[in-house]
């Protein structure tokens, strides 16, 4: 049998499709933002080789620090930039005992940005800190 929301569905897939391609070609005026921030989340960094997570996952311990280098140099570059958020897993559990260091270590690279960074807790730092 034919699906009753068929039509329905059709009929809001070529509304998107129509109110998307306006944006495109009449997009709305960019008024100049009253400030802007940067966002990063789950650098999960540990001093480890690579490895994967307990679901199987590649993970890539040591990238967390040249991750945090990379934002920060964009977010230098962006003016008015105010702040930054780091959403939470800054380090992450396979540090072990190493966790606080891990900590220290990643913090330095978060220090790099003038303006202050907020950091959120995750999972991953309840787990190890």
Not at 54 to 83: D, H, N, S, T
Not at 108 to 126: M, S
Request: with cysteine.
């Amino acid at each position: 049998p034919a699906c009753p929301w068929g039509p329905l569905l059709l009929a809001l897939v070529l509304l998107g499709l129509w109110w998307g391609r306006r944006l495109i070609l009449d997009p709305p005026s960019r008024a100049k933002p009253e400030f802007t921030f940067g966002v990063i989340t789950d650098v999960q960094y540990a001093d480890l080789s690579d490895g994967f997570s307990v679901l199987g996952f590649r993970r890539f311990y040591r990238r967390g620090i040249p991750k945090v280098q990379c934002a920060v140099q964009a977010w230098r570059r962006e003016p008015g930039m105010r702040f930054a958020v780091h959403l939470g897993d800054i380090v992450d559990a396979h540090n072990g005992n190493r966790s606080e260091e891990a900590l220290s270590e990643i913090l330095r690279a978060f220090g790099a940005f003038e303006p202050p960074v907020f950091h959120l807790v995750g999972n991953h730092d309840l787990s190890c800190l």
